[in-house]
């Protein structure tokens, strides 16, 4: 297993790795037409995450350069605003539950769903197959950001068939992440090597205080 400590640092943790995944994958794509359209649905995606970012007036321009911050300023899409770096890249939305908008999960939120449709939308491939990985991880993120318990797999699997109407499916070898690490990472949580150590030392101390 490949955990959070093990990984590259995010630049800006509220939403998430496979956000940031969408974000390389998008920028690989050729054609500059489907570069701005998945654009602006990972920045709906990104605002359904952090929904409390919607109180600030200009919340639509500080996603846009939060895109920019993940995509390093290396991403060709048509941005409609100026990209402001130093003040942005201090800028850390809090999370607040989500309101319901006439959508079928409100965990899921309208962008979400908007993202399976235009994917379900796209021809059989791997450019297909790899979004649909990334928006089942993403599915389970959010899941579980709203629920705070556990989630069955089955349960995600089942959501983003109806969602997508049957349309989209997980290949045999795909294998959601684990549910306790995603919620390490929600909460800020240390996982891996550095949270072992840490238990450690706590024994440890607690030893020490029971031989005094």
């Not at 990104?46 to 639509?60: S, V």
Request: include cysteine; charge should be neutral.
């Amino acid at each position: 297993m490949e955990y959070n400590t093990q990984r590259e640092k995010l630049k800006i943790n509220d939403y998430g790795r496979n956000v940031v995944k969408m974000i390389d994958y998008a920028k690989l794509l050729d054609n500059k037409e489907q570069r701005n359209k998945m654009a602006n649905i990972i920045v709906d995606v990104m605002a359904q995450l952090n929904p409390k970012i919607k109180e600030r007036t200009d919340y639509k321009q500080i996603l846009w350069d939060h895109l920019m911050i993940m995509a390093d300023y290396d991403f060709d899409v048509d941005c409609p605003y100026p990209i402001q770096r130093e003040e942005t890249e201090h800028f850390h939305p809090k999370k607040i539950a989500l309101h319901d908008h006439g959508i079928h999960y409100r965990h899921y939120g309208r962008a979400m769903e908007d993202m399976i449709h235009a994917v379900a939308d796209m021809p059989e491939g791997e450019e297909r197959k790899l979004l649909t990985a990334q928006i089942a991880h993403t599915m389970k993120r959010q899941y579980l950001q709203w629920n705070r318990d556990t989630v069955e797999d089955s349960v995600i699997i089942d959501q983003l068939a109806e969602l997508s109407n049957n349309r989209l499916t997980l290949s045999p070898d795909f294998h959601f992440h684990d549910s306790k690490e995603i919620l390490d990472t929600i909460s800020g949580t240390p996982t891996g090597k550095s949270a072992n150590t840490k238990k450690k030392k706590k024994k440890k101390k607690k030893s020490n205080n029971g031989q005094l």
